[in-house]
């Protein structure tokens, strides 16, 4: 006994002592790297901002010619760098009120006068949230030293959301011509003069429809009207990642065979925004997007491409990144005959309550403009996930689109409704049933209630002649968290949407696809 | 009586909630603003900006101001609105949006022009700070002139730009574009200090100074003083180049390095360099230790060469003893003496080759102390057998055949 608790207390000194020499030395660890703050290299650098994924507006070089020097291609890159940084640290600037980073892009002088606006602005409360989309440079005079250029920066076009106490309460849009001064300061090309010279009224970009056009409440093709009739898909295998590792295009061409055979004459896919790349789209997904885009033109199908699935950030400063991710997508395409729609984006009203419904509606509209400057050949539309959302920039699109999950007997009167207050052709672009019935949805719908749902909907869908596009081809074996979250339930229900079933079998469903 | 009195109530409540209704109906339309006037829209900077709006009705209203280096929102009941010092001191345009709650009711814009009376302020650069002579190469003077509040002044501004050179002095006007006056001061023939100033009405800058270097060198001459004409491997031949000058002869920078390029009768290559101080570059050589003649000709490399001159060494002996000691092991060479007999300074290098059965096995080198080397062939290196030796100093060269080492 005596022996037993001699060992538990030599143990006890022993661990106890090893403890304290534990805390002793993070004691002195902690104290050590406390006091190396600071004297980090990286830290006492200043080194490039880090905006490379957030602030990318179009910038175009009009002209360099300049009674000065001739311009370096190395300094005009050097000069459109900092002038960028200047402009985006001044929309941080904004959006705080404080004012740090700011002396970095602004000579003393500058800075103050940035720094006296942000006073004023802070004592009222007042923030804004901007961004630039557009600038136009030309240079006009570079001096022989290389420490001094005069720019004109043309056709700024400038959105701002003006916030009082944290509420918005204004947005505007403005277009400017500024003439700049910028100097050669320790490395950084700094805005010395800065002069706003002109203001104009922003210009919409237009559609020519060389594809396809709009008149009234129908869609025509080569002159010809054309009613949408088409479905949703993804590959059975790869549902939301039709462009992954599992890409296939004899899969989609079969697929593709399958939707032409049922009378069909549109599918609606879509572009994810970090999978493609987010501003550096990735050139391998674009080539299966074309291979796909290829197949549909082959087997005369038109497409709807829904753009920027599973983006969500819609915030003012991060316009320009996704500006870029568009135009690299929709400049690659625009002559592709394929296409029937540019979808701008899948139920971005979903977003209305997290990210402000002023935020994603005016994102929305400036993005369409977006689209239309990089193509104009194509329609524009957005995919609604409710009849209520769908009158929202109905004068912007070319078609409204909207998804209808709702009671079937209601679906006449949501549509009628719409008919009245929208004077384009309205696109039902998502609609179905999931056959569902199983362990998780003990009470969902069998196979044969699927069927019967889409015979009655396509009895309605056709009196009207109404464009349509069904969820979804294919029943799916797994469905990613990130489309309806990782309730089991949930998921469950996502998976048996299809036409055809997991094993390959037409579902009772697939007599309806098309007809009633 | 009592049915009457009823309907007559239920009339008057009727007509009540009419009008109830009606008033319900009609208050958008009371509320419509409309602009009556907008305000003037020029303004001059530092003054105060008061924009005043006529309204239909005394309603509050929000004034979007937006300007060069940013925007604000100012509020007023009156229509009124007083703009900010920091905005309504810097020039430009400054657009703005009146706005009744989200609704616009006028958009439109001001301009703000720099203050004239204000004193002026001038802003000049000057580069490069060093320029070479000769009228091609130039400074550029790039000025600012300024109001008060820190504003270029208007295009086609007059500014004086003024440059003083020896005994040159001249000023001359330009007018400002985009918002600078400039002028290339291209360089006078000279070397020199170029001093340049400006002056906008009143306002005169502070003196700017570009050096002016000569330009590059042309060709020239070279020469070689030395103390003897023999090859004593121990004096300094100094080589020394004419006074290097620009086209325009300016005497060039000093610093400037010069280049002496030696090739002996071999044809080998040797190199000394130096820097010119007024324009003479001074560079020394050693003498070799053997009859020779050297060509020498130098360069400014890229830019400018000399003549070539030749210079030719004499012998300073022509023949020493060799004196073989302890079964040929230990070799004393020397005593070697010079021109007049003297002996040669220490360190004359001499050179022993030692050949076994027409095959070289060493080279033993030494310089002389006292005018004589020794060399000890040590048994442990050189086992005994039948060995060449040859032997060279000062350009003399020996062979001794078949020596036999015990």
């Known amino acids: 006994m005596t022996k037993w608790n001699k060992n538990f207390y030599r143990s006890l000194v022993i661990t106890s002592f090893i403890g304290l020499m534990v805390l002793l030395l993070f004691g002195i660890s902690q104290i050590l790297s406390y006091l190396n703050t600071g004297a980090d290299r990286s830290v006492m650098l200043r080194l490039a901002l880090n905006k490379e994924n957030t602030y990318l507006p179009k910038v175009i070089w009009k002209d360099t010619v300049n009674p000065g020097r001739l311009i370096e291609k190395q300094t005009m890159i050097d000069i459109e760098e900092d002038y960028l940084n200047a402009w985006y640290i001044r929309q941080v600037a904004y959006q705080t009120n404080k004012k740090e980073g700011v002396e970095d892009y602004y000579t003393t002088n500058a800075s103050e006068r940035i720094a006296k606006i942000l006073k004023t602005n802070r004592s009222k409360a007042i923030t804004i949230h901007g961004t630039t989309t557009d600038h136009n440079i030309s240079l006009d005079f570079y001096s022989a030293d290389g420490q001094l250029a005069v720019i004109t920066d043309q056709n700024v076009k400038e959105y701002q959301q003006i916030y009082k106490d944290d509420n918005l309460i204004l947005e505007t849009e403005e277009q400017s011509d500024y003439q700049v001064m910028l100097l050669l300061e320790d490395g950084y090309w700094r805005i010395r003069h800065l002069v706003k010279e002109k203001s104009s009224v922003p210009q919409k970009s237009k559609t020519t429809n060389k594809f396809a056009k709009v008149v009234r409440y129908k869609i025509y093709i080569d002159g010809k009207e054309f009613r949408i009739k088409g479905i949703n898909y993804y590959p059975q295998k790869s549902p939301w990642d039709m462009f992954g590792e599992q890409f296939d295009p004899d899969t989609v061409s079969k697929d593709f065979d399958i939707i032409k055979k049922a009378g069909l004459n549109t599918v609606r896919i879509f572009v994810q925004y970090s999978d493609f790349g987010k501003t550096r789209v990735d050139a391998k997904k674009m080539k299966k997007l074309k291979q796909v885009l290829d197949l549909a033109k082959l087997k005369e199908l038109k497409v709807v491409v829904t753009l920027f699935d599973f983006y969500g950030d819609y915030s003012v400063l991060d316009w320009t990144a996704t500006h870029r991710h568009a135009e690299q997508i929709v400049s690659a395409f625009k002559e592709h005959e394929a296409i029937l729609a540019w979808d701008i984006k899948n139920e971005p009203d979903l977003d209305f309550e997290n990210r402000n419904k002023e935020n994603v509606v005016a994102w929305l509209k400036e993005m369409i403009n977006q689209v239309r400057k990089y193509d104009p050949n194509h329609l524009v539309t957005i995919g609604w996930a409710s009849a209520l959302a769908a009158p929202i920039l109905d004068e912007e699109v070319d078609f409204v689109s909207f998804h209808y999950y709702l009671p079937l007997q209601d679906f006449n009167d949501t549509f009628s409704e719409l008919s009245i207050m929208i004077d384009k052709p309205i696109v039902l672009q998502e609609f179905g049933l999931p056959s569902s019935r199983g362990f998780w949805n003990p009470f969902g719908a069998t196979e044969k209630k699927q069927a019967k749902f889409h015979q009655e909907f396509q009895k309605i869908i056709n009196k009207d002649q109404i464009h349509f596009l069904s969820w979804t081809l294919y029943d799916f074996e797994k469905v990613p968290s990130s489309v309806v979250g990782s309730l089991p339930w949930r998921k469950h229900k996502q998976k048996h949407f299809g036409f055809i079933d997991k094993n390959g079998k037409k579902k009772e469903a697939f007599k309806f696809i098309n007809k009633e | ?406």
Not at chain 2, 67 to 89: A, K, V
Not at chain 2, 302 to 314: H, P, Q
Request: aromatic share 10%; net charge neutral; with cysteine.
């Open chain 2, 1 to 406: 009586m009592n049915l009457k009195k009823k309907y007559n109530i239920i009339g008057i409540c009727i007509i009540l909630l009419c009008c109830v209704g009606f008033t319900a109906v009609i208050k958008p339309f009371v509320q419509e603003v409309t602009v009556l006037e907008k305000p003037k829209t020029s303004f001059v900077a530092g003054k105060e900006v008061v924009l005043d709006f006529r309204l239909s009705k005394k309603v509050t209203t929000r004034l979007f101001i937006h300007s060069s280096f940013g925007s604000t929102l100012l509020m007023s009941s009156t229509g009124r609105f007083i703009l900010p010092t920091s905005i309504s001191e810097k020039k430009g345009i400054i657009s703005y949006t009146l706005f009744l709650g989200t609704k616009k009711l006028a958009k439109g814009e001001i301009i703000i022009e720099p203050n004239l009376k204000t004193p002026l302020q001038l802003e000049s650069y000057v580069g490069p700070p060093s320029i070479i002579a000769g009228g091609k190469d130039y400074t550029m003077q790039v000025v600012i002139a300024k109001d008060g509040y820190d504003n270029p002044l208007p295009d086609s501004t007059a500014i004086w730009l003024k440059h003083q050179f020896l005994n040159i002095e001249k000023e001359e006007t330009v007018l400002s574009k985009d918002m600078i006056g400039w002028q290339n001061r291209f360089s006078y023939d000279q070397s020199g200090r170029l001093l340049l100033s400006s002056q906008v009405n009143a306002k005169i800058s502070k003196e700017f100074s570009v050096e002016v270097f000569p330009s590059l060198p042309e060709d020239f001459e070279i020469n070689s003083i030395r103390k003897h004409n023999y090859a004593d491997g121990n004096q300094i031949v100094e080589l020394m180049t004419s006074v290097l000058k620009d086209q325009y002869g300016n005497i060039i920078s000093d610093g400037t390095w010069v280049t002496y390029n030696v090739i002996d009768a071999k044809g080998a290559l040797l190199k000394t360099q130096g820097s010119t101080v007024n324009g003479v570059a001074v560079a020394k050589i050693l003498h070799p230790d053997h009859k020779d003649t050297w060509k020498i000709k130098a360069y400014v490399p890229g830019i400018a060469e000399s003549n070539t001159i030749t210079i030719a060494f004499e012998p300073v002996i022509e023949d020493y003893p060799i004196e073989f000691r302890m079964q040929n092991r230990e070799i004393v060479v020397g005593p070697l003496s010079s021109f007049m007999n003297q002996l040669i300074p220490n360190g004359a290098l001499v050179e022993v080759k030692i050949i076994n059965e027409n095959h070289q096995i060493e080279t033993l080198t030494k310089s002389t102390f006292e005018g004589k080397a020794k060399f000890v062939l040590k048994k442990e290196f050189y086992p005994s057998g039948i060995y060449d030796i040859h032997i060279k100093a000062l350009g003399v060269h020996k062979e001794f055949k078949q020596l036999p080492l015990e």
